[in-house]
Structure formats: C-alpha cells, structure tokens
C-alpha cells in the first residue's frame, strides 16, 4: 500500500503525514527540509536566491526522492509519502522555468532525470492522493505562525503564485484517486479526534484496504 500527502507549503503536509501513518501503521517517506537541505535557507534568503540556487534545491529534492524510493523498495511494506515527486517536477521545477528562474537547459537536465526516476519500479503511483488547501490568507497566516527564517521574509506574492499553480495542476492530476481536504476542517495536535472525519474519508477511497498496523502488503 502506498498513500501520498500532497500541498503547497504551509498545509501541514508532514503534521498530517505522521497522524495517517500513526492510525494506519505506514512507514514515512518525509520531504527534506531543515538541516538535511541546504539549499532551502540561501534559496528563499539570499538576494537573487531565488534565480541563484533554483538548480541545485530541485536536484537536491530529486535526489532526495530518488534515496526515499531506494528506501522503500528496499523495506517493502506500506508507505506514507509526505509531499510527491509529481509536485517537486509539475509545479516546483515547471514554475521555476516558466518564471524564468530555470534556464531551458537547466529544465531539460533536471525533466531528464526526473524521467529516470520514474521509470523507477518503487515510483508507482500512490492508491491515494491526500491533496490539502485552503485560502490563500489561511496559508499565508500559517506560513507566518511557524516561523522559519527562510520562509518569513519571502514576499506573500511569491506564495501567492505557488498556490495559483496548485489550484491549476490538481484537476488536470490524473495518476491516481485524489481526495482534497480543506486544512481548516482539522487541528491534528490541538484536537486529534477532527482527524477521525479525514480517517473515515480515506478508509472509504480505498475500499476499506487500508493496512493496519502489523498488516503491510
């Protein structure tokens, strides 16, 4: 069993990862940010960041992606995966192009070896995807409530146009079931039981398939 958790930043994206996991009993793929990335801080930080280091935070996550598949395949079992690699390629790198912070050649090396990662046997396509949104003002508010540094000065426009690339890429999504979750409708550590809703949600997408603790497939 394979289920994605997908979302622009500031959705609670692994806050939710690590509540399905713990009900289900899922292993975590988690996105690499923090100390594990450091490409994050210069990116959103530095003058021109943005421009200046776009190549190498997208292959830094697609690198990343590719170790979290190795992993998977490697255990088996059943996975929760914390951001996908379809939004690292089709909003991340895709936007980063179209707004001219990727060069075409830049874009062409990095769709080259998002192509091989695909071709990946552990790369399948999750049994659901769990899509999280809301208001632009929600994420913004979120976004400046958790306070990391190399996210809070970045100018709301940018955030703004990350969330309008979302809001066009998940109806054209067609590689697997989504099930779309307005963020506000849940608080995951102020009240664990408003997950119980989104539980019954997935539990009914997959057919009652989902694995229970010690039951991986």
Known sequence: ???????????????????????????????????????LAPYYGEPDGLRRHALPLQLHFLASRFAAVRRMRARGGSWILDRTWYEDAEIFARGARDEGRLSDVEYDLYQRLYAELLTSPAARPPKLLVYLTAPVPEILARIARRGREKEKDTVPEYWMALHARYARWIPTFRRAPVLTVDVRDYDVVGDPGSLDPIVKQVEQRLDGRVPQPSLFD
């Open 1 to 39: 069993m394979f289920l994605a958790v997908a979302g622009m930043v500031g959705t609670g994206k692994t806050t939710l990862t690590r509540a399905l996991a713990a009900r289900f009993g899922l292993q975590t793929a988690l996105e690499s940010v923090d100390d594990d990335n450091p490409w």
